[in-house]
């Protein structure tokens, strides 16, 4: 008779791998994850900005290897305006994310996790014989066709990334290419974000140092050829660079769906539940969070025999985030539709003391103050208003 789990996760990612280390922290129940590449943490398509304080809420300390650099200045440019913010108050470090998911993945397995790679999960049903009431648990379990068989589990949680989320809705897809690239150019500690409506409609380009001549480069946005998108910022760069890596992938930006459970005793998290940040696609913080509110939902549910349990996940994840990314959102809607004149308007209307606040006051990882600051000027306002009248006012309420 082959085992049954009492929670098997697909996607060894930062979200899935918090999830097995939540649910592993309690005795007796069994986990496996299932990751379909070679390797945890591989393919990396993150650019691994995150802020200390971020990490620490996700109760991982990041090894000296996971730490790749620290930044100290973020350069924020439109066409032809930009401005400075200083992120020495923030402490944003780029993290390896290879590096970084294994410590997590070794943490999840000391506490009693099976981890297996290369094993990619082809499909899942639920079994169908006779139920008791759908708060307790009625022994139904959930048949995992994988690349290695058919497992068997009681409680499943989907982590395998955007493209899980691709195939319910493709409208909040963008695509992006990142290159690791070593060019002179690449200060140390300065991350660049450049906003062109024409090249990176509704997104922007990026360099993400990880040493002095060394980072990651890229761009993502809607419907362009992002290989010819980054061909050209790089080129207007300079000449002197070498592409040593390169990496495409989809990116998520239209926030959260409206529920992470699929069913009973089953939840989705991280990119595949929409955990990404609207405005930059990031989610080391917000996924990993979503892991560790689903796997102590889980762990409850089972430890209790009460699935209704379960919706304590999602009560949780949307009331740490649910406002924020709401904000993230009306934001992203504003300056998408600008066109590049508007956006070096609206980069030309902030003062000093603006930037002076968003430096000392600002969160990395929760935008919405910072945006609010940026495009709630006079001028930016009168700017914005032109182009969507009223929507404006609900960013700010």
């Known amino acids: 008779m082959s085992k049954i789990y009492d929670v098997i996760i697909a996607g060894g990612s930062i979200s899935g791998l918090l999830a097995a280390r939540e649910l592993s922290s309690h005795n007796g129940i069994s986990v496996l994850v299932l990751e379909e590449d070679y390797e945890v943490g591989t393919p990396d398509h993150c650019g691994g900005l995150v802020s200390m304080s971020a990490v620490e809420k996700l109760r991982t300390l990041p090894s000296a290897k996971s730490i790749q650099n620290k930044v100290r200045k973020a350069e924020i440019l439109s066409p032809s305006n930009g401005f400075d913010v200083n992120a020495d108050n ?108 024409i090249r990176f409609p509704g997104f922007f380009a990026w360099i993400i140092p990880i040493d002095s001549g060394k980072g990651k480069v890229g761009v993502g946005g809607r419907g362009i050829n992002v290989v010819e998108a980054l061909k050209y910022y790089l080129n207007s760069k300079g000449s002197r660079y070498n592409i040593i890596r390169k990496v495409y992938s989809p990116i998520w930006v239209m926030g959260p769906l409206e529920s992470f459970l699929c069913g009973r005793k089953y939840l989705v998290v991280g990119d595949a539940a929409g955990q990404t940040k609207p405005t930059t696609a990031g989610g080391i913080f917000t996924c990993g969070m979503g892991g560790i509110h689903a796997g102590r939902a889980t762990a409850n549910a089972i430890n209790t025999n009460d699935q209704e349990l379960l919706k304590d996940y999602e009560r949780e994840w949307f009331l740490e985030f649910n406002s924020e990314f709401k904000k993230m959102l009306l934001a992203r809607r504003l300056l998408e539709r600008l066109d590049n004149r508007g956006l070096d308007e609206v980069f030309a209307s902030i003062s000093q003391s603006e930037i002076d606040f968003i430096s000392q006051s600002g969160d990395f990882d929760f935008h919405s103050t910072a945006l609010a600051r940026i495009i709630g000027t006079k001028k930016a306002t009168k700017i914005i208003k032109s182009v969507l009248s009223n929507e404006l006012r609900r960013l700010f309420d």
Request: include cysteine; proline fraction near 2%; aromatic fraction near 8%.
């Open 90 to 197: 923030q402490k944003v470090i780029v993290l390896d994310r290879r590096e970084f998911d294994k410590q997590i993945a070794f943490e999840a397995q000391d506490l009693g996790a099976e981890i297996r790679v290369r094993c990619s999960v082809r499909s899942v049903v639920e079994d169908t014989h006779d139920s008791a009431p759908n708060n307790i648990d009625d022994g139904k379990i959930h048949l995992v066709s994988t690349s290695e068989g058919e497992m068997k589990c009681k409680y499943f949680i989907d982590a395998r990334g955007v493209g899980s989320i691709i195939l319910k809705n493709r409208t909040g897809v963008l695509q992006t290419a990142q290159y690791e690239v070593y060019a002179p150019w690449i200060d140390s500690d300065v991350i660049e974000v450049k906003f062109d409506n």
